[in-house]
């Protein structure tokens, strides 16, 4: 007797989550993908389950990562990406990751720059107004500052 499952619709999308046989727990971790992004370690811990839940390329890319970087920066690498989906969305972060990983470009930097240049955003930069007078002529040769 009780439920046996919960379903969430909402916008057209529904969602169903069943229920947990007795004794156990279930946690879906996608739930928590914007508190994981910014915690790095709670990733580690959960890593395992949370990579099952999201599936490939983020598996590709988590071994990728520990091939090429030391756990600590691997981790903090994973948790940026999982910020991104927030950002960007899932399915736009999947390819993201599935380009990086064949490019073997791993860094958050570049598939951040590659999600942006996709949407076609440009960051915005604001300059301190303190800064804002100077006029920078050219910037690949050093000791060529003008200022007005």
């Known amino acids: 007797m009780g439920v046996a499952d919960v379903r969430l619709t909402c916008r057209g999308e529904t969602v169903v989550h069943e229920e947990a046989p007795r004794g156990t727990r279930r946690i879906r971790y996608r739930h928590y993908l914007a508190e994981l992004a ?7 811990q959960v890593a395992d389950e949370l990579l099952a839940e999201l599936g490939a390329p983020f598996e590709r890319f988590w071994r990728a990562l520990l ?3 030391p756990p600590r920066e691997a981790v903090r690498t994973l948790a940026g990406a999982l910020g991104l989906i927030a950002e ?9 990751l599935d380009e990086a ?9 570049s598939i951040g720059r590659a999600l942006r240049d996709q949407a076609g955003e440009r960051p915005a930069v604001t300059v301190p107004a303190h800064l804002a007078h100077i006029e920078v002529e050219s910037a690949g040769r050093p000791g060529r500052r003008s200022s007005n």
């Open 67 to 69: 091939e090429a970087h």
């Open 38 to 44: 910014r915690k790095p370690q709670p990733v580690r």
């Open 101 to 109: 990983v064949r490019a073997n470009q791993l860094a958050l930097l």
């Open 88 to 96: 960007y969305g899932e399915a736009r972060v999947r390819e993201a």
